[in-house]
């Protein structure tokens, strides 16, 4: 046992800021407000259903997460957020088409009282998407002034205490790294010229950063990981942590790839194709926005697989990933995944996966845990990126000198170890020998 980390209380309101009220967003309000009223159980959720085993085997010690750490409650939790569209989150989760209507009218009343916010939206970044509820500023300084100030009246309005503010909105275009993201002072000298290499998505980063905010991005797109970002974050203490949930395909990739390496099966080749037909697919159509999501979906393997270790079994994989919009599957994402494996002597299987997933049902656990997470991270004052929430995440923020990590059960011994870290609980290794020795 070590000296347990002081964490704050998570007395008062927990105020969750979504940017896009789209469909992930208006299923995971939904839900929170469902399970509220006990309507339904909070399937696929860390914090609400999962357990930590603290101490020996042979304690039998595994408490609820939520019942071990000082967890915001549910009932403390106040939604709000931006959208491009000015529906209420009763009309858009209506639209979404992902809820049944049966359960969204029992909780019509509350979903309807979330009108979204004006948005910073600039078609230059979602090429596919256009909307009329838009912020208007004389520059992108100005713009970011408007969101903090729509932070402060939010928070001020619903009396909340505390804040965090995830971006739920659609993937943005390829950026990589540009001078006006390498220092705080290059950043905040591009909001005020204007500079293309600052998206929408980095506007929000910033303004949630610079009031301190706890700060998640849901979405593939270069975001808050960049230096000037990292800076300012080290300045105002909010943790950060992303990118681009893990739900569908790359769920299972992060589940069978681990498993194949741990038993040393090799792979020539892994095809995956997705079909889908929301928001999502629509702005995965244009090929800018794609890159964005391919260099996301391919990078898991590659560091799971290390083929510069395992040369012979993994150096020359072709992974190929297509995503194809077709508007009639809505949110019922489905994943084909063909995977050529071989084995002993180097004779050749195959594994076909076909994963029929319901894409924001996957995601809306993770925006909720996300945010229950970072709330905490902020409590224990813990800034600048969480790599123990990797778990939740395609392609993990991480330290710039070291290589992410993307086996999901080293994940969630990560987070797990680290929950019990702050709570002055011995880390379990697993190592085991004092039940024989």
């Known amino acids: 046992m070590s000296t347990p980390v002081e964490i704050a209380p998570a007395s008062g309101k927990l105020g969750v800021l979504l940017v896009g009220l789209g469909a992930v967003s ?52 106040v939604f709000g957020g931006w959208d491009i569209f000015a529906d209420n989150c009763y009309e858009a989760a209506k639209h979404a088409g992902v809820l049944e209507e049966k359960l969204l009218d029992q909780v019509k009343d509350e979903l309807a009282a979330i009108k979204p916010m004006s948005a910073v939206f600039d078609r230059q970044y979602v090429k596919r998407l256009d909307g009329p509820n838009v912020k208007k500023g004389k520059n992108k300084k100005d713009l970011a002034d408007q969101l903090i100030a ?62 301190g905010l706890p700060y998640a991005n849901a979405a593939p797109n270069l975001s808050a990981e960049v230096p000037a970002l990292r800076e300012l974050a080290a300045k105002t203490g909010s943790p950060v942590c992303g990118n681009d949930m893990k739900t569908g395909q790359t769920l299972i990739k992060t589940i069978i790839a681990p498993g194949l390496k741990a038993r040393m099966i090799g792979v020539a080749g892994w095809y995956s194709t997705n079909i889908l037909g929301n928001r999502d697919g629509e702005v995965l159509d244009d090929p800018e926005s794609f890159k964005t999501k391919e260099e996301s979906k391919k990078g898991a393997l590659d560091y799971i697989f290390q083929p510069n270790l395992y040369p012979d079994l993994y150096k020359d994989i072709s992974h190929v990933v297509r995503i194809n919009y077709y508007p009639p599957r809505g949110d019922n994402k489905e994943g084909w995944d063909n995977i050529d494996i071989f084995g002993w002597l180097g004779y050749p299987m195959q594994l076909k996966i076909n994963f029929l997933c319901r894409d924001s049902i996957l995601a809306a656990p993770i925006v909720l845990d996300s945010a229950l997470f970072l709330d905490l991270a902020k409590r224990a004052n813990m800034h600048g990126i969480q790599e123990w929430l990797s778990f939740y995440y395609k392609s993990p923020m991480h330290a710039p000198e070291i290589y992410p990590e993307h086996d999901l059960f080293i994940q969630l011994m990560k987070l797990k170890n680290t929950l019990r870290y702050l709570k002055g609980e011995d880390l379990i290794t697993h190592l085991g020998r004092e039940y024989y020795d």
């Open 26 to 77: 208006t299923t995971t309000i939904a839900g929170v407000f469902a399970i509220r009223k006990g309507l339904a159980k909070p399937i696929g959720s860390l914090t609400q259903m999962g357990t930590i085993r603290l101490g020996k085997r042979t304690e039998n010690r595994t408490p609820l997460i939520k019942d071990f750490l000082p967890l915001a409650d549910l009932n403390d939790i």
């Open 150 to 211: 729509d932070i402060r009246t939010f928070k001020a309005d619903n009396k909340c205490d505390r804040l965090v503010m995830i971006w739920a909105g659609s993937t943005e275009v390829f950026i990589t790294e540009q001078p006006c993201h390498r220092s705080l002072a290059a950043f905040e000298a591009g909001l005020e010229a204007n500079d293309p290499a600052i998206a929408s998505s980095m506007i929000y980063a910033y303004a949630a950063i610079k009031e």
